[in-house]
């Protein structure tokens, strides 16, 4: 067993058997690697990903590369999902010295972490323009062996260009309404008519960019953007990408048409979908969005949580297959006509064939109307039966964060109190292991027991907007006051003094550059997550100083905004807010009396992007801000809202409350 052993990443974990001699990074092994006068082989990926499995068979398990390895390198191996800001550094280097990147990631650096070779997987053996590993790692050795000045002079020339990427970020200016109008354009421009979606293969689910979509819609009525929004959501609802069996949403699909997985199912997506499911269902009252909503949130709750009430990063792509003959992609998900015979007989498996499209792949999708319940019950039986893919149980702060807001407005929307229950245990996990006494966030968690990596922007950002989520939801002044405390360290430490953000914290590990990626990808950025949470605890509070921050962060979608919407969904989908806000939408009532309830459900069910919600009891002694003098009307439980500084007159009235949310069409 290599030095691995006993850390709390189950990525690294994976690796702890292996002949390879890996060191966890840290300052012991770089000053080996100077001492030993090697250089360090960086090698980054995460517990779910197929092709790090697949190179770790391949290469990390052969005992005499192993040997060789050893004796010329210091092996390095990090968890991305534990260390994006180390991800996200090197994988600017090899984006730039390849044009592509990805996981496994392979880097060799000096002792002095500049990077000089890079690239992602490479085979046992020659194979489609790529050297074997252990060609690699022979050159490798030559260069560093004979040609020693040229390495460190193409090392030093690449830290320093990453060194000088910082963002110019000169006249900060939030969004205006045509910068908005031309983002839906542009995605219009990029819109898979056939399909669904944007772009062509592999097809990622465009979470952000749909959350941006529905907001637009409902500030605006712009029948263009619920219309890409909503053809998006149902090609991915009857593709493949949806397991039509046990809910929840793959990573992403291999081809155009969501048919055929890349099989790995992780928290952030859907979290982060289940979220866009329930905005479609507020506007458009869809059952099939419920359901769809309902299907994903569940799933979430009964596969990725774990006995500590928090939220397991993802399940693998690859299991058993159920016949044997090793693991396999998809394995756990696929069909054969035998298969499908074994489980329903030779009538029903034809049945199930057509009205699940089966395909070459073996992948279950609804082209057509729904299957019979009784069919869909009886597969998911008999795949209950076969060895399930194993689970990264690492609980990432970020991703719980988004996992929060997710269930707690899901729940809300749905009265599934058990739903709203998950979501406050997470929150509590949170609070109890990720939170320092100095009130800064670990990244990760295991088992209860906090990882050694420092929060990043993210975890801040993600997890301030989940607690937010849940004030609105619950009412409780602990969630709104923890998301303040930390959006405090947001703006004193991850903040420039120009409002551009960082990654990481001023006081975090220094690398050859700081991070700082205002772009969002499958999760939203650190950047766009946290002015989003900034802009809501502003409406909350009325803190002068949190709105101006989020405006500020703003100005990054501005720029960005009109020339690619598609990478900067949720910042797009956060200046909809701030144009339509604030809405400050306070109930009183007793918490018992069922109006109280209808006026709060009805003001959690509204559309509008800028609208924050809090509820409580009348007369209580330390209310949220936006209840504080807010009495009950005629002694029935009241509903206040106020828009920019104006406000509504209080309403008992559902029916009334909605029309003082109603979209303003501006």
Known sequence: MNRLAGVTSPYLLQHADNPVDWWPWGPEAFDEARRRDVPVLLSVGYASCHWCHVMARESFEDDALAGYLNARFLPVKVDREERPDIDSVYMDAVQAATGQGGWPMTVFMTAEGEPF?????????????LPSFRQLLEGVHAAWTDRRDEVAGVAGRIARELAGRALEYGDARPPAAEDLAMAVGGLAGEFDAEHGGFGGAPKFPPSSALAFLLR?????????????AERTCDAMARGGIFDQLGGGFARYAVDAAWEVPHFEKMLYDNALLGRVYTQLWRTTGSDRWRGIALETADFMVRELRTGEGGFASGLDADSEAPEGGGHAEGAYYTWTPAQLADAL????????????????????????????ASLRERLRAARERRPRPERDDKVVAAWNGLAIAALAETGACFDREDLVAAAVGAAELLCAVHLGANGRLARTSRDGRAGASAGVLEDYADVAEGFIALHAVTGERRWLDGAGALLDVVLERFTSEDGALYDTADDAERLIRRPQDPTDGATPAGWTAAAGALLSYAAHTGSDRHRRAAERALGIVTALGTRAPRFIGWGLAVAEAALDGPREVAVVGPADDPATGELHRTALRSTAPGAVVTRGEPGAADPPPLLAGRPLREGRPTAYVCRGFVCAAPTNDPAELAAQLAPSGA
Do not use: I, K, M, N
């Open 117 to 129: 070779y890079f690239g992602t997987y490479f085979p046992p053996s020659p194979r489609a323009g």
């Open 216 to 228: 637009h819609h409902a500030r605006t009525g712009s029948a263009q953007a619920l219309r890409l």
């Open 345 to 372: 007989g030779p009538a029903d498996a034809a049945l199930a064939a057509d009205v699940f499209g089966l395909g070459a792949g073996g992948t279950l999708r609804l082209p057509g109307a729904e299957p019979p």
